[in-house]
């Protein structure tokens, strides 16, 4: 049987989202399409704008096999540690191959530029620290680094100049560092369909849903659906939760949670007392030390109340087996998790026990505060909820 799997968001699902699926049927002769697919909470330390839940049975009406839910330990990450929790769990199912977007770059230039970058580690990374030194943020003085050094190789410069191809580089570093013999396709992203529709962005949609501009036009029938019917989740919803979690506990306490460190435990205390919403706390944060992204990721693990405790124990124990939760799945996808119920380093559940509450307590924590958005009635994302079957 084989398995060819896709690392998403579906924040929301779009309509390149929807080619893309379509595409790996085509090419891939795959007989499951698996999805492995940020919770409620994704990447860039934001509330999915609609649940997982709703998202999952979009994917399986557009030809998903079976969703799979990363783990909050991988979904609030940076790039490199977002790609690698989702590459070692796609290779501890057993996925053959692995299909991404890319904006233009072919599979054979991402390797080469993977290939480029480690060749040059030593003179990347004595730049980055001098970087580092005059303040800036790892990522910009990373970026820096790498412009500065790929002037002289023209694919390292072409890849610079795109960084929509970002992750695409790290799940191939990924794959790299995990030995993994996953075959890999890289499919370009488009910009209209065959219906003439411009393809849009997640966050070109999620800016006009929230202009309440979104229509059938701009996203793919069942999105739209949903978008309608459903609360449309937004981050500073949560404001409030986050002001008191903050202000109930001193500046020195807020380094008891993961990632806060370095002196920005006192910034976002002192900002926190001057700023009334969401989008003006995160913009007066961000800094050249500090970009957006880290900066929302920092705050949702001060918003879910994650230690730096309770981040090492999930890393702990997912390394000695992996938690993964089933959303949904057809018929063909029940296959799969028949086939890999038992696989070593995995535990695919369905359904929440004792056993497997504590390795998934960080996704519980984030439903729970995801359901406790004060502008809409959100379901009941854990009790009572199992897999969709298709």
């Known amino acids: ?14 309509l390149g989202h929807q080619y893309q ?8 002769s795959a007989d499951a399409l698996v999805v492995l697919m940020s919770g409620n909470v994704v990447q860039r330390g934001e509330f999915a704008l609609i649940d997982k839940w709703q998202r999952a049975e979009i994917a399986l009406e557009y030809g998903a096999d079976l969703v799979l839910e990363l783990p909050l330990l991988a979904s609030l990450q940076a790039a490199d540690y977002f790609a690698y929790w989702s590459v070692k769990t796609l290779e501890l199912l057993g996925s053959d191959q692995l299909v991404f977007g890319t904006e233009s770059a072919s599979y054979k230039d991402l390797n080469a530029y993977v290939q480029w970058l480690a060749e040059n580690e030593e003179a990347i990374d004595r730049s980055v620290k001098t970087n580092l030194n005059e303040g800036y943020s790892y990522a910009a003085s990373y970026q820096s680094a ?8 023209e694919i390292a410069q072409l890849l610079v100049d795109s960084p929509n191809h970002l992750l ?23 910009k209209q369909n065959e219906h003439m529709q411009a393809v849009l962005s997640g966050s070109q949609i999620r800016e006009l849903n929230r202009q309440q501009l979104v229509t059938e036009d701009t996203v793919p029938k069942r999105t739209y659906q949903k978008l309608i019917s459903h609360p449309n989740v937004q981050l500073t919803d949560y404001y409030d939760l986050l002001k008191y979690q903050v202000q109930s506990q001193s500046a020195e306490r807020l380094t008891q949670y993961q990632g806060i460190d370095h002196g920005v435990e006192h910034y976002i205390y002192q900002q926190i007392l001057e700023t009334d919403n969401f989008e003006s706390l995160i913009d007066t944060l961000t800094s050249k030390r500090w970009t957006k992204a880290s900066i929302q990721r920092k705050l949702m693990m001060i918003l879910l109340n994650i230690t730096n405790k309770e981040w090492q124990e999930s890393i702990d124990l997912n390394n000695e087996k992996l938690a993964i939760r089933v959303l949904g799945y057809t018929d063909e996808g029940r296959k799969v998790l028949k086939m890999k119920r038992n696989q070593t380093g995995l535990n695919l559940f369905s359904n ?3 056993d497997n509450a504590r390795i998934y307590q960080l996704n519980l924590r984030a439903d729970t505060v995801y359901s406790l958005n004060p502008k809409h009635k959100i379901m009941q994302q854990n009790t009572g909820r199992f897999p969709i079957h298709y």
């Open 1 to 14: 049987m084989k398995i060819v799997s896709v690392i998403a968001e579906y924040n929301p699902f779009h």
């Open 21 to 28: 699926l379509e595409q790996m049927k085509q090419r891939t």
């Open 146 to 153: 790498v412009e500065a050094i790929s002037k002289s190789s």
């Open 168 to 190: 695409g580089i790290q799940y191939i570093k990924a794959l790299k560092q995990l030995n993994s013999k996953m075959d890999v396709t890289a499919i370009p992203r488009i």
């Open 352 to 354: 929440l026990t004792q």
